[in-house]
């Protein structure tokens, strides 16, 4: 486990909310005073952390894992997969902000309620492939398309119910 440190030339926590909407500059579309509070969320280029941990396997030049949690105030960015000693990365994760940035982020772009959980926590699937250090986050689309067909059925099994109890 790491203690206080950063992802240098990468915002991880950044790029993957940016990567859901297709849209490169999402953040500037967030209201600025959600951008100033929420420092080590947006506008810089490295991930600062307060903890990284993870359980590794070397095997075959390559790092796996399927525990890989880096913690900030802000948010958690849970991972599983694999780091190549050649710098290469294949990894799967979801971004989640804190509760309180999840509220924030929902009241500043509502789309983002077809990825929040019961809870009001959202949850941002995306995929880290490439090579370092040029690997960006990028979104995890069958991951999106999933929860975006789980919110569609449960709005229509929703308003179903709604209207089989109305007179």
């Given amino acids: 486990m790491t203690t206080g440190g950063a992802i240098r030339g990468v915002n991880v926590a950044e790029g993957a909310l940016a990567g859901i909407t297709g849209l490169p500059g999402l953040s500037a579309l967030l209201p600025q005073q959600l951008r100033s509070d929420s420092p080590l969320f947006f506008g ?6 307060d903890k990284l941990s993870a359980g590794l396997q070397i095997a075959a030049g ?41 509220h924030r982020l ?29 690997t960006r986050p990028v979104p995890d689309m069958s991951a999106l398309t999933g929860a975006l067909q789980r919110e569609l059925i449960d709005n229509v099994g929703d308003r179903i119910l709604d209207g089989i109890k109305k007179p």
Avoid: C, Y
Avoid at 44 to 49: C, H, K, N, S, V
Avoid at 110 to 123: C, E, F, I, N, T
């Fill in 106 to 134: 929902l009241q500043s772009a509502a789309p983002m309620k077809h990825l929040a959980d019961r809870s009001g926590r959202v949850a941002i699937p995306f995929k880290l492939v490439g090579s370092l250090p040029e």
């Fill in 44 to 49: 810089t280029d490295d991930t600062r952390f």
């Fill in 62 to 102: 390559r790092l796996a894992t399927n525990d890989l949690a880096v913690t900030a105030r802000d948010f958690l960015v849970q991972a599983g997969g694999t780091i190549g000693l050649d710098g290469s990365v294949d990894l799967d994760a979801t971004l989640l902000p804190s509760l309180e940035l999840s």
